[in-house]
């Protein structure tokens, strides 16, 4: 049976989705469970080598992934469930889909409007000097830890919206509880690891 035109158009947009949101998480836990532990064991000389090059490296490919996986899951938000051949609707305020657009616009906002100013000030500070305000640190390091949280029960909304039309409320909250304990459960061996190879 052939594709129509839509249909293609649904799943190369679903595929460059994944593909970008593999990158935007991957690239997020990489921050959160292993270079936050590493920048740990930098002294101030390393730092001015390793940071300036690294981070802006590592930073533009999460930034500009976050901006494709959403635009790319608008995208899809309105082909598969808006648009007049939109197949799946179901009870919209407790379709998995609901809560996977809301915790990923949480996400996108906090790279683009926290975490990325924040780490601007941070490298050019590091770099040149004077070093930005623990402020700045602090909104940083929490905006990323809060998508680390936020996550884990999204990637369960987005998996589970093809496949359900809606979820009692237990389920979603057992699910943000189960995310969360998980998210929490990583921090704790991400600071444990030995780096005895």
Known sequence: MEMTLGQSVEIVTRWLHVVFGIMWIGLLYFFNFVNANFAK??????????????????LFFFRWA????????????????????????????TNPILFGVTFATIMWFNVWFIIWPSQRKIINGIKTG????????????????????????M??????????????WAWIGGVIAAGFAIAWHLYKIGAKVSTNV
């Open 41 to 58: 064991t930098l002294d101030a000389d390393s730092k001015k080598k390793v940071v300036p090059e690294l981070m802006p490296r590592a």
């Open 66 to 93: 976050a901006m494709a996986t959403f635009l790319l899951g608008l995208l899809l938000v309105y082909q598969v469930y808006l648009a007049p051949t939109g197949a799946r609707v179901g009870t919209f305020m």
């Open 130 to 153: 004077p070093p930005a305000a623990p402020e700045v640190v602090n909104r940083a390091m929490n905006a990323s830890k809060v998508n680390v949280y936020l996550s884990i029960p």
């Open 155 to 168: 990637v369960f909304f987005m998996l589970a919206a093809p496949h359900l039309s809606s979820m009692s």
